[in-house]
């Protein structure tokens, strides 16, 4: 069984900080790990995902994250924040690289504000 | 054009009517599914489908039906609305050949008087 946590389900930072979204996953085989980002009234877009291989993975508009299997995390950065990442963040787990009818279980949520 | 769309957009029904949501793809994949969003749950599995001919319930299944039409098109039925059935529902598609990505529709917004 897989499930997956999302720490705060608000997080506020100004423009210009550091964004820090946290992640745990809990995986009984290795897991695929994604970040999905929602802006309003649209549908969920990937943002980045690990699979096998490097550890910290990189996405688009300069989001990274890092799989730490000994803390069980998936941590979801960005070192400056712009107004435009205003949006909805759901991290999500699968066992895809286990059984390829795996399905993907998504987190609760986070919702990023951009303080000007 | 988009590569998954959903029709309606917008839908508000009444308690015991039946609705239909439906889902289209042009991204020729296999696999399609639904989801519900509720505000503080994130996304919640309503059924799958890996082709036309494999159906499979998700995790909230209870009071939907669903119809895999052709490859391309996946439908989501509410055959008797009750008013907490009312949520954001998301189409998804997904390659057996890329199993690591899904591509969402841009949602209904989904209204039970």
């Known amino acids: 069984a897989q499930s997956v946590t999302q720490l705060g389900s608000h997080v506020s930072v100004s423009e210009g900080a550091l964004v820090l979204l946290r992640c745990n996953y809990s995986?009984?085989?290795?897991?695929?790990l994604f970040w999905y980002v929602q802006y309003p009234n649209q549908g969920l877009q990937l943002l980045l995902k690990y699979t096998t291989g490097a550890t910290l993975v990189k996405g688009i508009n300069g989001f990274e994250a890092e799989f730490k299997k000994s803390e069980t995390s998936f941590h979801l950065t960005k070192p400056s924040a712009h107004m435009s990442d205003a949006a909805e963040y759901f991290c999500?787990?699968?066992?895809?690289?286990?059984?390829?009818?795996?399905?993907?279980?998504f987190g609760s949520g986070t919702r990023l504000s951009i303080r000007p | 054009d988009a590569d998954v769309t959903q029709t309606p957009r917008n839908r508000i029904t009444k308690t015991g009517k039946r609705i239909m949501l439906e889902c289209s793809q042009t991204?020729?994949?296999?696999?399609m599914y639904w989801y519900r969003q509720d505000p503080g749950l994130g996304l919640q599995l309503i059924y799958y489908s890996f082709d036309v001919k494999d159906i499979n319930k998700g995790e909230i299944s209870d009071g939907y039906s669903v119809s895999r039409q052709a490859q391309a098109k996946f439908s989501l039925s509410l055959e008797s609305a009750i008013p907490n059935q009312t949520a954001l529902y998301f189409c998804a598609t997904m390659s057996s050949r890329d199993t690591d990505t899904q591509y969402f529709g841009p949602g209904t917004r989904l209204t039970v008087l």
């Open positions: 991204k020729g994949h296999d696999r």
């Open positions: 995986s009984s085989v290795p897991p695929y």
């Open positions: 999500a787990v699968s066992a895809l690289g286990y059984s390829s009818a795996s399905k993907i279980i």
